[in-house]
C-alpha cells in the first residue's frame, strides 16, 4: 500500500530548479527589451499589480538593488611574544586563542593570525631542516677525506 501525505524521498521540485513564474517572468522581460530587474522592479512599483506579485519581485530584486554590505576590516592589536622559535609560536598562539575566548579577536580574526604564525613556523622549520641537511653533508664529506 503507497505512502499518503507527507515528505517522501525525492518528493517535490528538486532543488535548484527554477519556478514557472521566474522563467515566465524573464522570457517576459526580454521580449520587451528590458533587463530582469528592471521588469522585476517595474513589477514592484505597479500599484495595479498581484500583492503576492509585488512581494515576489520585491524579494527577487532586493539582492540587486541593495546588496548586503562587505564586512568592513579593522585593525586589531594583540599583544603577542617572539615567535622566532618554537616555543614563541606556541606562546603566540595561546595568546591568539586566549584573545578570541575573551571575545577580543573574532574566530576569523584569529584565523588570519595564525595563518601568519603558521607561515613563520614553517620557515623556521625549513630553515632548520636545511641546517641539519648541510651539517650532515659536511659529517659526510669529512668523513669521505
Not at 622549520?125 to 669529512?142: F, G, K, P, S, V
Request: positive net charge; hydrophobic residues 40%; without cysteine.
Amino acid at each position: 500500500m503507497a505512502r499518503t501525505g507527507g515528505a517522501r524521498p525525492g518528493a517535490g521540485r528538486p532543488k535548484g530548479s527554477v519556478h514557472r513564474r521566474s522563467v515566465d517572468a524573464v522570457a517576459k522581460a526580454m521580449a520587451g527589451g528590458i533587463s530582469p530587474v528592471e521588469y522585476m522592479l517595474g513589477i514592484m512599483r505597479d500599484s495595479e499589480a498581484d500583492a503576492k506579485e509585488r512581494a515576489w519581485a520585491a524579494e527577487k530584486v532586493a539582492p540587486f538593488v541593495h546588496p548586503r554590505p562587505a564586512p568592513m576590516e579593522r585593525t586589531v592589536q594583540i599583544d603577542l611574544p617572539d615567535t622566532s622559535t618554537p616555543a614563541g609560536i606556541d606562546k603566540a598562539l595561546d595568546a591568539i586563542i586566549a584573545s578570541m575566548s575573551k571575545g577580543e579577536l573574532s574566530p576569523s580574526e584569529g584565523q588570519s593570525f595564525i595563518s601568519v604564525i603558521e607561515a613563520r613556523r614553517k620557515a623556521i622549520e625549513a630553515n632548520d631542516l636545511l641546517a641539519r641537511i648541510e651539517a650532515l653533508e659536511t659529517q659526510h664529506q669529512n668523513k669521505k677525506g
